[in-house]
């Protein structure tokens, strides 16, 4: 990234997304990427990530929320693999014009309307399968 200070740990400004939109606009423009950056490449580059992060999981099992069992090399790995797939969704949504803050309201919004908490239960029933929200 940039050698600037901003969003930083510690830093004044809070992370955001546009934060990280710029970051990442900066970053390509500073090593003249952004011919490679289409959004078919981008989308390529996203579902390599997604790979990446699949694999940390794959001969786990299940594990319990907070991976309480994890080393914390595993837990920053996790990290790492999160954060590239979230820069390239972010630099994606940029790429294409999509304003991803408000795509994303709108989809909870738009999922809310389909799945009514009044008619969801912690029972999955064959007509309505809450896990297919996204």
Not at 38 to 43: F, I
Not at 48 to 70: A, M, N, R, T, Y
Request: proline share 5%.
């Amino acid at each position: 990234m940039t050698g600037t200070k901003q969003g930083a740990p510690g830093g004044k400004e809070p992370v955001t997304l546009d934060l990280l939109k710029r970051k990442m606009d900066d970053f390509a423009k500073e090593r003249d990427w952004e011919t490679f950056h289409s959004p078919r490449n981008l989308l390529l580059a996203l579902v390599g990530e997604v790979g990446e992060l699949s694999e940390i999981f794959q001969w786990k099992g299940e594990v319990p929320k907070g991976l309480p069992d994890w080393k914390e090399e595993e837990k920053v790995h996790l990290g790492e693999e999160l954060s590239d797939v979230l820069l390239y969704l972010v630099r994606l949504s940029d790429v294409c014009g999509i304003d991803l803050d408000k795509a994303a309201l709108r989809k909870i919004e738009l999922n809310a309307l389909k799945y009514p908490a009044n008619r969801c239960s912690s029972r999955r029933d064959d007509d309505d399968d809450p896990s297919a929200a996204a």
